[in-house]
């Protein structure tokens, strides 16, 4: 008997993800993030248990979304160039509406979706480019109908409005201190490492500077190449105590997270940090998420997801962590809506 179409399509994914281990970072940053996606944003965590139950995979968004803030978002573009916002528009400044509303089961938030295209972009070129990928980023939010997502974030209104008045393309950056900065990076890593022959160091260098496009804060440059090094040090055979110790020891405490790895994770990331937005709670708080469950990446991002708020952009540094740890099985490859899209670069290495 045959394969179904979807069936071969995991087959060769998992393929590519044993020829190139940060491809199953790539991969589990997209799994973190669409697990998270219909609970982003709950900062009432008994609201999220009422709406969700406790998650165990992919699940649709539902209205009304009890901690939205769209009803006091306001965002009113410069000119034209600068609507990005187009059908969805009409959502800002009502009450209780799901910043992911319009999504299905299985697919990815708007920065991950970037990251998918970026993904794609590069592998297609061969290789990175600054103001190509810049002028796609500006093609794919400018086309009515291409982004599903009826939230964008404070990064992308201020980078059209930026270009809408003027600005050079490389110039439209701001100082954004969000950790969704970081989403694209599993996505970079995983390309760079495919089509490049550079070092280690000249790779990292190549993600800050596509960090810093849009995110021009060094806490959130500091996070990106702590990610990054433990990365590409767990792919090398460290262990992630070690790396974290090397490389993230201005965000960690590997005696703290002992000491928090004996209470509830809705107390550590809820009480002790902050389950927000926020790059100097978010990062640690993921951090932290991906020491405790670094044997379990099932367990893991349901974890990073049962906790509430900046779920889905802790889950780039969670799942990748997690993912190229322990792998990305194909029970989490089935339903994600992104796969079929991307696109399986062979010889990898």
């Known amino acids: 008997m045959g394969l179904y179409p979807w069936q071969k399509n995991i087959l060769h994914v ?10 199953q970072a790539f991969l589990g940053s997209l799994v973190a993030d669409a697990v998270s996606m219909p609970v982003h944003w709950y900062y009432n965590t008994a609201a999220l248990d009422e709406d969700y139950g406790v998650i165990q995979g992919y699940q649709k968004p539902k209205n009304p979304h009890p901690d939205s803030i769209l009803w006091r978002s306001r965002f009113v573009p410069k000119s034209d160039e600068a609507n990005i916002l187009h ?53 794919c939010m400018r086309t009515p109908g291409w982004n599903r997502d009826t939230y964008l974030e404070e990064y992308h209104r201020a980078f059209f409005d930026n270009l809408a008045s003027g600005k050079p393309l490389l110039k439209c950056g701001i100082d954004d201190k969000h950790i969704g900065g970081l989403s694209s990076v599993p996505a970079l890593l995983a390309v760079l490492s495919a089509i490049a022959d550079d070092t280690e160091d000249q790779t990292c260098e190549c993600i800050l500077g596509h960090v810093n496009l849009t995110h ?41 997270f002992e000491k928090w790895s004996h209470r509830p994770d809705r107390e550590v990331i809820g009480r002790v940090m902050s389950p927000a937005c926020y790059i100097e709670d978010s990062f640690p708080a993921s951090l932290y998420l991906a020491w405790k469950y670094q044997g379990d990446f099932d367990a893991g991002i349901r974890a990073n997801a049962m906790v509430g708020g900046d779920n889905c952009h802790r889950g780039v540094v969670v799942g990748s962590i997690l993912g190229l740890i322990n792998g990305v099985s194909a029970v989490w490859l089935d339903g994600l809506k992104c796969l079929p899209g991307l696109k399986e670069l062979e010889n990898a290495g």
């Open 14 to 23: 998992c393929f590519a993800m044993e020829q190139n281990a940060f491809f």
């Open 87 to 139: 059908a969805h528009a009409k959502y800002w400044g009502q009450r209780n509406i799901h910043y992911h509303q319009d999504l299905e089961s299985g697919e990815n938030t708007l920065n991950f979706r970037l990251a998918c295209e970026l993904y794609q972009m590069v592998a297609s070129q061969g290789r990175y480019d600054e103001v190509a990928w810049l002028t796609h980023y500006v093609e």
């Open 216 to 256: 021009k804060n060094q806490t959130v440059l500091q996070s990106t190449r702590s990610l990054v090094k433990i990365l590409q040090g767990l792919k090398a055979g460290e262990s992630l105590d070690a790396l974290l110790q090397k490389h993230a020891n201005a965000f960690v405490s590997l005696k703290r």
